[in-house]
């Protein structure tokens, strides 16, 4: 069988991604942000990141196949989305992937947008471990997956009871005055700080368990923060930056670590938007060299959210010959890790 030809469809939250891949090579990813129409509001609104789906689908659609240079009659399958994520978001996705697969002829897949997450690390360095584990870590996640096989195969360990990390970024660089996304800024600023200048707290880092915990430390740094305005001192904002960031990492790759000894799994693979992060790389891969872990991360542009990681499992759910999913599947805002195909 030839490499599948996979359209990959991504609008889980605020930004609409269209990816194309042969089988493991990457042919196009193109997204269209609707950030900035959210910085004013410090966080994304749902309605408006709908609306800008809706405007940006179809250019950034025409884009992606004029960079691969196929025509939409060229494909063997779409992929698409499908849940968790903003429902109003999914939506739009889910329909025009319908419309596109019912006016084309073509089988389509709804897929799980964490395991797509997983699966996007193939298009950088080839067929996953089976098993490996998986650290993702976004704006609405931070998860463990022990992910046996990405196409059928996959086990919740732990995720966040309260805030994700890129949640709790985002407040903290609301608190420190850094503009919204928080991520990008927050890393750009640490670099100049005391990754040890405030002993911040690290959340469920030895509770026994494979789960997370951020607000406490958002509320710790909001506090320290607000007293030293109080006082009439200075915030010595890199500083505060690089130690929030430091017991961020931290957590992460110390409950990721552990829990690839815990279940004899010899690979890590970190996605989602907070992958992007630095010192979580330099961290991570610290940690992983001194207990034998091999360390998988993909380029920061395949972190975020992105329609290459949608097309790179659709490819692979081709290729393992699962079923295409049925032509009624909805969008579904809470879809569970375990559910990869709808």
Known sequence: MTEPLVLGIETSCDETGV????????L??????????????????????????LEALVPTLHRALEKAEVKLADLDAIAVTAGPGLAGTLLVGVAAAKSYALALGKPLYG?????????????????????????????????????????SEVRSLGSTVDDAAGEAFDKVARVLGLPFPGGPHIDRAAKDGDPNFVPFPRGKADDGTFDFSFAGLKTAVARWVEARERAGEPVPVADVAAAFQEAV???????AVAACKAHGVDDLLIGGGVAANSRLRALAAERC????????????????????????????????????????????????????LV
């Not at 799980?112 to 996640?141: F, K, R, T, W, Y």
């Not at 692979?316 to 579904?332: K, Q």
């Open 19 to 26: 990816g194309i891949v042969r089988g493991s090579t990457l």
């Open 249 to 255: 990492a931290d957590v992460l790759t110390k409950k």
């Open 28 to 53: 196009a990813n193109e997204i269209a942000s609707s950030v900035d129409l959210h910085a004013r509001f410090g966080g994304v609104v749902p309605e408006v990141a709908s609306r800008a789906h």
């Open 289 to 340: 060299e001194a207990e034998g872990i091999r360390l998988r991360v993909p380029r920061p542009g395949l972190c975020t959210d992105n329609g290459a990681m949608v097309a790179a499992l659709g490819a692979c759910l081709v290729e393992a010959g699962r079923t295409p999913s049925e032509p009624e599947f909805p969008a579904d805002s809470s879809l569970p890790i375990t559910e990869v």
């Open 111 to 151: 897929v799980n947008h964490m395991a797509a997450h997983a699966a996007v690390d193939i298009l950088e360095h080839g067929p996953l471990p089976q098993p490996c584990m998986a650290l993702l870590v976004s704006g609405g996640h931070s998860s463990l997956l022990l992910v046996e096989d990405v196409t």
